[in-house]
């Protein structure tokens, strides 16, 4: 049980490049979340699934598209880099959004993407 | 949409107790999570709230209050490993984090 993964690990792009960032997660959980997080800055929702064939917009959804057609898979795609985007990405998954006394159905990371946009 | 504040840093000696506040002011409340996440690693869930009262594990302990919009998190018997920053995050249909508060604990 790998949990979630992420590729890459790192990444350099330039200014105006598009990239990919994958993330997969083998515990069949329906939701599934992208975050960035800046230096000394919490956790902002990029985008999030509730399930294979749905998405939806978080805090901070401008410059990136997100695809779910899987259970598994919740790739990231940008697709003109800029500076601003640089930034660590997380990707999560969780079985349920809504906690409940008993089951926090709390959210599992991956290990991250560090990603710089000179 | 949430609003979310805890302390940026706090220090404390090897073996001590340190206690993390977050207040928080939302439009909807399913709970209150607090992470755990060492310097260039994910956060890893620590604890859970979604009634009133202390939630109890181990050395960790968190306490909610609804009507206050408070929450903190205890840290007891601080060890070394214990040096990571904390995050409290609110969950409405999704979950909203504070910047979170980086414990650094001293021999």
């Known amino acids: 049980n790998a949990g979630v993964t992420q590729t890459p690990k790192f990444r350099i792009l330039k200014i105006g490049q598009s990239m990919t960032l994958q993330c997969t997660q083998d515990m069949n959980h329906n939701y599934m979340y992208w975050y960035r997080q800046d230096p000394g800055m919490g956790l902002k929702l990029i985008y999030y699934?509730?399930?294979?064939?749905?998405?939806d917009k978080g805090e901070v959804p401008n410059g990136y598209n997100v695809s779910r057609s899987t259970t598994e898979d919740f790739p990231l795609r940008l697709e003109l880099a800029a500076p601003s985007q640089t930034s660590v990405y997380f990707c999560?998954?969780?079985?349920?959004?809504?906690?409940?006394?008993?089951?926090?159905?709390?959210?599992?990371f991956g290990p991250g993407t560090r990603l710089t946009v000179t | 949409g949430q609003n979310i504040d805890q302390p940026t840093e706090m220090t404390a000696t090897e073996g001590a107790i340190v206690q993390i506040n977050c207040t928080y002011q939302?439009?909807?409340?399913?709970?209150l999570f607090w992470y755990q996440q060492h310097a260039g690693e994910a956060p890893t869930f620590l604890s859970y709230n979604v009634l009133d009262g202390l939630e109890e594990k181990g050395r960790f302990s968190s306490f909610l209050s609804r009507s206050k919009g408070y929450s903190y998190l205890l840290l007891k018997e601080l060890q070394m490993k214990d040096s990571a920053s904390y995050l409290c995050a609110v969950a409405d249909y999704k979950l909203s984090f504070g910047a979170g508060t980086t414990v650094t604990v001293r021999a």
């Open positions: 699934s509730v399930g294979a064939g749905i998405t």
């Open positions: 999560a998954s969780s079985y349920s959004t809504t906690p409940r006394r008993g089951n926090s159905y709390e959210q599992y």
């Open positions: 939302t439009s909807g409340f399913n709970g």
